[in-house]
């Protein structure tokens, strides 16, 4: 299509976002360039075109002008399309009318210091969409159902939260959590952080009401295996692994437990004790039911015992229950999967591993806990006697380039926590902690911090520990410069407490995998949408994350994240249809061959062969399509394309940006 | 195999057993040296104070080393060890340097034609005579022998340079005393400097650093400690009675070199392997290891 001569009327807006783009490109001579288009029916620039004035200026002109499509020459789409829609509705023309030339994140912040040639650059791009946009067709949303319920995966305190949320509001909603019972690694601290209430016993009534809800469905044991589908229509396949424990006869007497000769590693206890073969992780479970572990059970393993079967008085052990699949609909999914301990091993300077009497934070909760391996007495494994000099090793792992880049946001907290514990548990002991800084920005921390400071007996050493070393007798010496007497220090100590960084859950990158989420951030977190506007949704609509699987957290910015991705999900659910957009391929089917590369490299299961008139074609779901345009780039006939960025279009673009 | 063997100045100048051993030791590993007799010092002196001229003595042995046709150097002494591999690195990433350098080389009639292998005892004994290979010459005797392994600072660090083991956590030296039936663990000094390059500015502390590693070392029960750097050798063997002098204590801790120590399992005396200049009590381990 040649400009020249065009019938269409186009409009042309540019914007200077204050100094951001005026500062660099030299608007007033692009606008001078392009108004000798012959189809520019105008062309203006506004000093702010996204604020109230500029967006009236634009509705008004569109009029008056009685242009029939728009180019806008600002930022990003992702941040400011559906407002300059809005204004294309508003001045009665079709949204898709409209195209937003990036010239600001694409070329004045990024040319800051060749403000000729971002000129030039801003000029082909602006000039390249107009090419584009004269072909472009008014499209219009269709509007698809919601299945309303939710999946929320990861029973911790983000996903009880969360889930809580959404069937408070009437929604179904399916918990599913991988191990025996939910509560996750707040179900381990013994206290919280800045206000020392027992962890459990405010943890706990939530998981009771999530066990009894009306609306929940609480899936413990069991692992998401498949999720198909698109937002407000979700496929989900959910593997119950075998119990061997009949849930629906068990009757929480334990009985089995106690008969139990078989013992194994406890991973509750952070492998600090050991617990039966059939077993509940900790006496606050929630199911109540216990499970057995074929791999330290007799009878899995060499076809003896059978005591907890002869013995439970419900005839609820059943050796004979299979993996079951069961498959949900829903219309949103909750990722709240959580986050593990880094593997501190890997930190050889601080010896974890190497030598006994070293344990990391969430271990020395255990120990603190009064349902813990001691029962809440603090012991050093290596030393048979109660530890009197203990020492506190901050960022473990973490804000090290050769382990974690980032700040674990809880370590400054527990290390003070943790001084409060063992001063408490024992009043003589002294305590080290080995801090280059404390970060106590949160509600109530720096009140905490002063307080754990004055009492006697707690030293903070503003320094990184550079080693610790382990003595023939048991005892434990940390090497560190203390820049205050500006001097190598050592302090020989008894029991050595690390604070591990935070990494994500093993279990996300295969949800990452199941959901195609994208890349990871370091640390293996999930990515939000945009850091700060959309920091619970993904890349993928209807997928909603909350909780430490985006990013370390503490449990009071957890459940504030919980409850916003589960506002998200309920008004999602409760508007009750979804409006696609209307990017999706299109095929021609007198070009089509119908030999299938496009199906094959469609990440959306989006495209079907099918047969027509006896010949094979390629047809497009569009409510499954994103429009991403892979196909396009696979396909040897150039028969299918994407609406509004068809191929004609892209010729057009590139024959003007090499004009 | 073929191997240009770089002395280094402190080997021939103070602990010649060093050389002897590990001569008389590879030849039975069918490696041949090549002991070149006009090189240089390696430039490790100046490295801290003339940074190009210790790159350019360095460059000067690549060139005069590339005359001779082999498949590596191998490197007696840590120093120059880290010397050769740092030079390789920097005049890799400094094409400018390396012009430079080569400009001067030229002018002496040598240049640096190809990039040779530099290799440490220890990847000699462990990747290239290999574990399997030892493991067959103890025969699988084993020792009640516990054997404290020092790899010294410069065979791995700076870590920022391509090492040849874990410069954090290195299991080489661990892997080939295990194969030879030893028992080895770890122990917090393991990596401790063991504080030769501080004999000359601060012999003092030099000296205490030495009776730290000593000291430390033999509280958690070693039988032996093996190092195979001579700067290494120096401190904990040759001056281990006057360290621990100068604390009021005895001598207490046996060392050896690695090559000493996998010759006396090859059967070869005590006098090829010049266990005669080892002035640590050695005695006290020695009748166990010969006890075959």
């Not at chain 1, 995998?513 to 700060?532: C, D, T, V």
């Not at chain 2, 080489?172 to 039936?181: F, Q, V």
Request: proline share 5%.
């Amino acid at each position: 299509m040649n400009i020249l001569d065009s019938s269409t009327k186009t409009a042309v807006f540019i914007c200077h976002c204050g100094t951001n783009i005026g500062g660099v490109i030299d608007i007033s001579k692009i606008i001078e360039n392009i108004k000798n288009i012959p189809s520019i029916a105008v062309a203006q620039d506004h000093r702010f075109l996204c604020s109230t004035d500029g967006i009236e200026t634009m509705i008004n002109s569109i009029k008056t002008s009685n242009a029939d499509r728009v180019v806008v020459a600002a930022c990003s789409f992702r941040t400011h399309e559906p407002l300059f829609q809005e204004a294309l509705h508003r001045a009665g023309l079709n949204p898709y009318l409209l195209e937003l030339v990036n010239i600001r994140e694409l070329c004045s912040w990024v040319h800051e210091n060749e403000r000729d040639r971002a000129t030039e650059k801003a000029l082909k791009m602006i000039r390249a969409a107009i090419m584009k946009i004269q072909d472009n067709q008014p499209l219009k949303r269709i509007r698809l159902p919601v299945t309303p319920a939710a999946l929320v995966i990861g029973g911790g305190i983000a996903g009880i939260r969360a889930a809580l949320d959404i069937a408070e509001a009437g929604f179904t909603v399916y918990l599913v959590e991988k191990e025996p019972s939910i509560g996750g690694n707040m179900a381990k601290l013994d206290k919280t952080f800045p206000t020392l209430d027992c962890s459990i016993c405010i943890l706990g009534p939530l998981m009771n009401i999530v066990a009894h809800h009306p609306n929940i469905k609480l899936y413990t044991y069991s692992e998401v295996i498949s999720i198909n589908g698109r937002v407000g229509d979700f496929s989900v396949k959910i593997l119950k692994k075998p119990r061997y424990v009949r849930e629906d006869l068990c009757r929480g007497c334990l009985i089995c437990i106690a008969k139990c000769p078989s013992k194994t590693v406890d991973e509750f206890n952070m492998g600090l004790s050991h617990r039966k073969a059939i077993y509940v992780p900790f006496p606050q479970a929630v199911p109540r039911i216990p499970v057995i572990d074929t791999a330290s059970c007799l009878y899995f393993q060499k076809g003896i015992c059978r005591a907890c079967e002869k013995l439970c008085p419900a005839n609820a052990i059943d050796f004979n229950q299979k993996e079951e699949v069961v498959e949900i609909k829903v219309g949103a999914i909750v990722v709240a999967t959580g986050f593990e301990e880094y593997n501190i091993s890997q930190v050889y300077e601080y010896s974890y591993g190497r030598y006994p009497n070293i344990v990391t934070g969430l271990q020395l909760e255990r120990l603190a806990s009064s349902y813990g391996p001691t029962e809440g007495r603090l012991i050093a494994p290596g030393l048979n006697r109660e530890p009197r000099r203990i020492a506190i090793i901050n960022c473990v792992g973490s804000r090290d380039e050769r382990h974690l880049p980032y700040c674990c946001r809880v370590g400054c907290m527990a290390s003070l926590k943790h001084s409060w514990y063992i001063k408490h548990l024992m009043p003589e002991a002294e305590v080290f902690i080995f801090a280059d800084e404390v970060r106590a920005s949160g509600k109530g921390f720096e009140e905490f911090y002063r307080r754990v400071r004055l009492i006697p007996g707690v030293y903070i050493v503003k320094s990184k520990a550079s080693e610790v070393r382990g003595n023939p007798d048991g005892t434990l010496t940390i090497k560190a410069f203390d820049p205050a007497i500006s001097s190598e220090i050592a302090i020989t100590v008894d029991l050595v407490v690390l604070e591990a960084g935070i990494v994500a859950s093993r279990g996300t990158e295969s949800i990452k995998n199941l959901l195609k989420l994208g890349a990871l951030n370091s640390g293996g977190f999930l990515i939000e949408l945009h850091p700060k506007l959309n920091p619970v949704e993904t890349a993928v609509d209807g997928v909603y994350i909350c909780g430490a699987v985006s990013g370390p957290k503490d449990i009071p910015d957890t459940v504030a994240q919980a409850s916003a991705a589960a506002s998200k999900v309920i008004s999602l659910l409760s508007r009750g249809y979804i409006e696609t957009q209307p990017y999706s391929a299109i095929v021609d089917e007198s070009r089509c061959s119908g030999c299938g590369v496009c199906s094959s490299v469609c990440e959306y299961s989006a495209i079907k062969i099918v047969k027509k008139k006896e010949r094979s074609v390629a047809v497009v779901d569009e409510a499954l399509c994103k429009g991403c345009g892979a196909c396009v780039g696979s396909c040897p006939s150039r028969a299918i394309e994407i609406a509004n960025l068809k191929l004609n279009q892209i010729d057009a673009m590139v024959a003007e940006i090499l004009r | 195999m073929r191997l240009a063997v770089f002395t280094g100045c402190f080997t021939l100048v103070k602990q010649i057993a060093v050389e002897a051993s590990m001569l008389k030791v590879i030849q039975y590993f069918n490696i041949e040296p090549i002991t070149p007799q006009k090189t240089n010092c390696c430039g490790f002196a100046f490295r801290s104070i003339a940074p190009n001229t210790s790159l350019y003595l360095t460059a000067r042995i690549l060139a005069y080393l590339n005359t001779f046709e082999s498949e590596g150097i191998l490197t007696l002494c840590n120093g120059c060890y880290l010397m050769l591999k740092e030079t390789i690195y920097r005049l890799k990433e400094n094409q400018r340097l390396l012009e430079i350098i080569r400009k001067h080389l030229k002018d002496e009639g040598i240049d640096i034609k190809s990039i040779p292998r530099i290799i440490h005892p220890i990847e000699l004994f462990h990747d290239i005579i290999g574990i399997e290979t030892l493991k067959n010459i103890a025969n699988k005797k084993q020792y009640n022998i516990s054997i404290a392994t020092h790899y010294g600072c410069h065979a791995l660090r700076p870590s920022t340079l391509p090492s040849f083991d874990n410069p954090l956590n290195p299991h080489k030296m661990e892997n080939i005393a295990e194969a030879l039936g030893f028992k080895t663990k770890d122990y917090p000094e393991r990596l401790d400097c063991c504080g030769a390059v501080l004999l000359a500015s601060k012999p003092e502390l030099a000296m205490k650093l030495a009776y730290s590693k000593i000291a430390g070392t033999a509280r958690w029960g070693f039988q032996l400690l093996i190092t195979t750097c001579p700067y290494c050798f120096e401190m904990l063997d040759s001056r281990q009675e006057a360290v621990m002098q100068m604390f009021g204590e005895e001598p207490k801790l046996p060392v050896m070199l690695l090559a000493q120590l996998i010759g006396l399992q090859l059967g070869l005396n005590e006098k090829d392997l010049a266990l005669n200049f080892n002035l640590s009590p050695i005695d006290r381990v020695l009748p166990q290891i010969l006890k075959r």
